[in-house]
């Protein structure tokens, strides 16, 4: 298919989604959770199909030599499906947002003013590496009344395919307009910036990956966009630590998944922990074959306690950046203060926590820290949708307007007001 097919396709994709929004946005709560038990019934169907098509891509992104983070993330398994369709069992169970009366209340000139959750209509979404997404972003959008055009990267396009023909044939298996979710199947690049341009047919622009990508739709988008999903995650322990569940979550917020973006990148401690909580954590990190780029300060530390996986000294390219990898920047601090500056310096508003014991010190590291997420004396990643409660995520978003945070269901609406009178008129 050639570059102006391609748009031409794209186009007529997107005037198919604006025009099925209309009809999925007042379909009823039981009508759409149907179609959420369908999809959910025919991944389990088709899992073994999934697998196979899922296999071919990982096998091209191998012999590409694809960094491992972009194939660990590519990768699907029965247990990742089943984590897909528990994903859509729990977006059924939740409350639907449309519809709701957020306000209602009557004028002194007795118009009868009320304010409704609605869709936002049609989002387009961009998003890297991981076919799961093409499931979760689907069902949040069909239980939200929102009609969707995904893009997903080359790298899984064979998944995506097959996994988007399974979302349409389940809907309109149940006799609804199959076209309120839409897959880009082209791969040329040069669509990504002309369905930024699609203003008139999308509503809301999400990425999901790579901070280039996220900067390319926020500098590009004709249509707002969500700013997220670049994830640069501190993890601060305070004077006042409990050393033992600071080393537990620690370990956790780093290694438990490493390629994802709410893990920790950089561990700040305070100067007068480090030394006992160094000696105690660097057996237990080594066992995972972890990369530690340190300060001058813990360096000296780490040498004295033989560190014997890889080590060197951090420069300033090791603090403020996403490894997405085994590796972990450290640096000493001073205080809380100083740890709270590193922090506005070099983090990406996305997810920091704190291990200390001490009240004040947790409620100023809560108040003061400007991120998506703040975390206490717990593991940075539980920033996540599913963890939340929010059954899954469009993204995590680290804008202040509109939606922070995980992106469930209430951020994928707007509202209108609805002013009902009986012949007033203003004066």
């Known amino acids: 298919m050639n570059n102006k097919s391609s748009k031409h396709t794209l186009v007529s994709q997107a005037k198919l989604a604006k025009i099925s929004s209309k009809n999925l946005a007042n379909l009823s709560t039981n009508e759409k959770n149907s179609i959420l038990s369908k999809i959910a019934q025919n991944l389990d169907n088709y899992t073994q199909e999934i697998l196979v098509e899922n296999e071919k891509d990982i096998h091209i992104a191998e012999k590409n030599k694809m960094e491992f983070h972009i194939i660990e993330r590519m990768a699907l398994n029965s247990n990742r499906i089943k984590d897909m369709i528990n994903g859509i069992d729990n977006i059924i169970k939740l409350d639907d947002p449309i519809g ?21 209509g049609v989002i387009g979404v961009i998003y890297e590496s991981r076919p799961n997404v093409t499931i979760d972003i689907a069902a949040l959008c069909l239980k939200s009344g929102n009609s969707v055009i995904l893009r997903g990267g080359k790298e899984c396009i064979n998944t995506n395919i097959y996994l988007h ?37 999308i509503d809301y622009m999400i990425p999901r990956g790579s901070e280039n990508l996220v900067s390319f739709v926020s500098e590009n988008a004709k249509m707002p966009a969500v700013t997220g999903g670049v994830g640069v995650c501190h993890t601060y322990v305070d004077e006042f630590a409990d050393i033992e569940l600071g080393i537990d979550v620690v370990i956790n917020a780093k290694t438990q998944r490493h390629t994802v973006c709410n893990a920790m990148d950089t561990l700040l401690i305070h100067e007068k922990i480090a030394e006992e909580f160094l000696y105690k954590f660097l057996p237990l990190i080594e066992k995972y074959t972890v990369e530690l780029r340190a300060d001058e300060a813990s360096l000296r530390i780490i040498k004295s306690n033989d560190y014997k996986y890889k080590l060197t000294k951090a420069t300033e390219n090791d603090f403020g950046k996403e490894f997405l990898d085994l590796i972990m920047s450290i640096k000493v601090v001073k205080n809380l203060d100083d740890a709270i500056n590193h922090i506005d310096t070099y983090g990406s508003q996305h997810s920091e926590a704190i291990i200390s014991q001490d ?24 920033n ?42 203003r004066s």
């Open 100 to 120: 709701e009366t957020i306000d209602n209340k009557i004028l002194q000139n007795d118009l009868n003013l009320k304010r409704i959750r609605v869709p936002l």
């Open 165 to 201: 023909k399974i979302i349409q044939n389940s809907i309109d298996n149940l006799g609804f307009d199959q076209n309120c979710v839409q897959l880009v199947k082209s791969t040329e690049r040069s669509l990504v910036k002309e369905m930024l341009s699609l203003k008139k047919f």
């Open 359 to 382: 009240k004040n010190n947790l409620e100023k590291f809560l108040s003061f820290v400007d991120a998506s997420a703040v975390f206490a004396n717990t593991s940075t990643r539980f």
């Open 384 to 425: 996540d949708g599913f963890e939340f409660g929010l059954g899954a995520e469009v993204a995590v978003s680290t804008s202040k307007l509109h939606a922070r945070g995980p992106m469930g269901l209430e951020a994928l609406t707007s509202y209108k007001w609805k002013v009902i009178g009986n012949g007033q008129t």
